[in-house]
């Protein structure tokens, strides 16, 4: 079983930065893909940006140009650090992980291990 714990999150301005962090149990992260997804009251969720075990990223439209995830596997770690922030990013944060590490698969079914979420709240 592989624990993901989440942090970083919080009440940010419009505008403003946040970069979260999710920390993985399994000494074989690096071979998972790493997504980072979020869920609005009332909405679906709904994929963010996720990093393939190779290295290849795929990242919603949403925030693309605003949004950067990272992985550092020496530290079980991927990051998502999060720019030019908008209210419409306001929601809970899941970190995933997919042990098909080929590629970054988009359907929320096909993560197999998921994190508790952070909140993040993007107003003034």
């Known amino acids: 079983q592989v624990q993901l714990v989440e942090s970083g999150g919080g009440l940010v301005q419009p505008g403003g930065s946040l970069r979260l962090s999710c920390v993985a149990s399994a000494s074989i992260f690096s071979f998972y893909t790493m997504s980072w997804y979020r869920q609005a009251p009332g909405m679906q969720r709904e994929l963010v940006a996720g990093?393939?075990?190779?290295?290849?990223?795929n990242y919603a439209d949403s925030g693309k140009g605003r949004f950067t995830i990272s992985r550092e596997n020496a530290r079980n770690t991927v990051y998502l650090l999060m720019d030019s922030l908008k209210p419409e990013d306001t929601a809970v944060y899941y970190c995933?992980?997919?042990?098909?590490?080929?590629?970054?698969?988009?359907?929320?079914?096909?993560?197999?291990?998921w994190g508790q979420g952070t909140q993040v709240t993007v107003s003034s």
């Open positions: 995933a992980a997919d042990r098909n590490g080929l590629g970054v698969r988009t359907r929320v079914h096909d993560y197999d291990y």
């Open positions: 990093i393939a075990s190779g290295g290849d990223t």
